[in-house]
Nanobody, 127 residues
Framework: QVQLVESGGGLVQAGGSLRLSCAAS????????MGWFRQAPGKEREFVAG????????DYADSVEGRSTVSRDNAKNTVYLQMNSLKPEDTAVYYC????????????????????WGQGTQVTVSS
């Protein structure tokens, strides 16, 4: 059974940084692309970043491009999202997700391509 557990969220002032982590278990982590999504109150879940199974390719939403870095450590079965220059509009629950199919790397932004989701971690950015 696949489990994804996010951590690293919290309250931070605008301009600050956070590093989110997502620890995965249940199947061979290094075979699957991973994604980060977020959902603010009253809004739909939106794509933040994605990374291929080997870390060789990444994708970012325009809203976080240049301020965020997604990375993974396959030896630790963990994916990370480093967020810098945080803004109040970054406030949301952040979720990591694992692709359903192994080695599939296209269209990180499509939620339907992900078969497993974590429980989320709250990020609150104060102005």
């Amino acid at each position: 059974q696949v489990q994804l557990v996010e951590s690293g969220g919290g309250l931070v002032q605008a301009g600050g940084s956070l590093r989110l982590s997502c620890a995965a278990s249940g199947r061979t982590f290094s075979n699957y692309a991973m994604g980060w999504f977020r959902q603010a109150p009253g809004k739909e879940r939106e794509f933040v970043a994605g990374i291929s199974w080997n870390g060789g390719s990444t994708d970012y939403a325009d809203s976080v491009e240049g301020r965020s870095t997604v990375s993974r450590d396959n030896a630790k079965n963990t994916v990370y999202l480093q967020m810098n220059s945080l803004k109040p509009e970054d406030t949301a629950v952040y979720y990591c997700a694992q692709r359903e199919r192994p080695y599939y790397t296209s269209n990180y932004r499509n939620t339907l391509q992900y078969g497993y989701w974590g429980q989320g971690t709250q990020v609150t950015v104060s102005s």
